[in-house]
């Protein structure tokens, strides 16, 4: 397993440097899997739980059925 921010492994070795550009594309493709995390989970809250958030279901539904690519 590799360590936070550095390019140790557990075992000793050192990993390989990953090209900037895809140290950015993989950044974004964590942040497009998360959102679809969330607005999946958003989907399914209770009305009451909505609530104490701040957000309607209307708006809950608007913000679940976004593709998982758009902000």
Do not use: F, Y
């Not at 009305?47 to 539904?61: K, M, Q």
């Amino acid at each position: 397993m590799m360590a936070s921010h550095s390019r140790a492994w557990s075992d000793g070795r050192v990993a390989p440097a990953v090209p900037r550009s895809w140290r950015s594309a993989l950044d974004r493709m964590v942040t497009a899997l998360e959102r679809r995390r969330q607005r999946a989970r958003l989907a399914v809250l209770e009305p009451r739980l909505l609530r104490d958030i701040g957000v309607t279901p209307e708006e809950a539904l608007a913000e679940s059925r976004k593709p998982w690519w758009r902000r």
